[in-house]
């Protein structure tokens, strides 16, 4: 005979609770894990729209002018730069220096006349001084456009290829070295005085020692440089007008070899913006030889 088993009634609402405990953990999880999936696809969409807003920024960019870093090998297709064995490219490290800004004192640039063989320094508008400067032969000749200055070397070690000289009466680059935003090429001194106002260089602007010295003092990394190879109106106002009158209202009306010499200006502004004093080189490559 069997005996029936009863189940208490207290047995009963235990096991019902545990059911709806179960039920209510298992409810509990997957709303958890609705969750997650949900905050996992709005990711995915934040992360998207990103790469999205960089991929037009830098499509925006790219229209607005940019250029990439050219070479003296580029500049000669353009017949503006050296071209052969003569050239070479400059491997210095851009050196740290102040910054330039309003507020850290006035704003400077450099106008290069080569027609003129000349070189004035301005302040805010106002020609300081000129200064006579040799430049490019017909076979090297120098390059034009806008450049910025990169870098200064005080009494440099001079090299090209295997050559080295170091500082002194037959260093090429003389005491002082202001290099530009081209390759290789820069302002400097040079131990021959008497090249300076002829057509000599090759492809670098030469100034007097006193003369190169001097400048050295009054320019900063970061400062302009623009090189005119035609005497336009602008050529002729900073040259014609004495020191200490306006020269230069606005921006060059003639098309440069590109923007700062192959270099965008972020990258310019970011050199000319980083911290520490001004630079003292020990090396420089050059066309020079």
């Not at 090998?73 to 102040?98: D, H, L, M, R, W």
């Not at 050199?271 to 520490?276: K, L, M, S």
Request: net charge positive; proline share 7%.
């Amino acid at each position: 005979m069997r005996r029936l088993v009863g189940i208490s009634s207290k047995t009963q609402k235990a096991m019902m609770a545990l059911i709806a405990i179960v039920i209510c953990l298992t409810s509990l999880h997957m709303a958890a894990a609705a969750r997650i999936a949900s905050l996992q696809r709005q990711q995915e969409k934040l992360e998207s729209s990103a790469v999205s807003i960089q991929q037009s920024a830098l499509s925006l960019s790219q229209s607005s002018g940019d250029t990439t870093p050219v070479a003296p090998e580029a500049v000669n297709a353009a017949g503006g730069a050296p071209k052969g064995k003569n050239s070479t490219t400059q491997t210095i490290a851009v050196a740290a220096a102040k910054p330039v800004s309003a507020a850290t004192g006035p704003e400077r640039r450099i106008i290069i006349s080569i027609a003129d063989r000349k070189l004035a320094l301005l302040e805010n508008g106002q020609v300081v001084k000129t200064y006579p400067i040799a430049v490019g032969s017909r076979h090297t000749p120098s390059p034009d456009g806008e450049f910025v200055v990169i870098n200064r070397a005080q009494d440099p070690v001079y090299r090209h290829r295997d050559k080295e000289i170091p500082p002194g009466k037959d260093n090429p680059l003389g005491t002082r070295w202001m290099g530009l935003s081209l390759k290789g090429y820069g302002i400097h001194g040079t131990n021959v005085q008497s090249s300076v106002g002829k057509a000599a260089s090759h492809g670098c602007f030469r100034m007097r020692k006193q003369d190169v010295e001097e400048l050295y003092a009054l320019v900063q990394v970061g400062d302009t440089v623009t090189v005119r190879r035609e005497r336009d109106a602008m050529i002729a106002r900073v040259f014609a007008a004495p020191a200490a009158e306006p020269a230069l209202t606005g921006p060059p009306t003639s098309p440069p070899l590109g923007r700062w010499g192959g270099m965008t200006l972020a990258k310019a502004e970011a050199i000319a913006e980083t911290p520490g004093a001004t630079a003292t080189l020990t090396t420089v490559e050059t066309t020079e030889q």
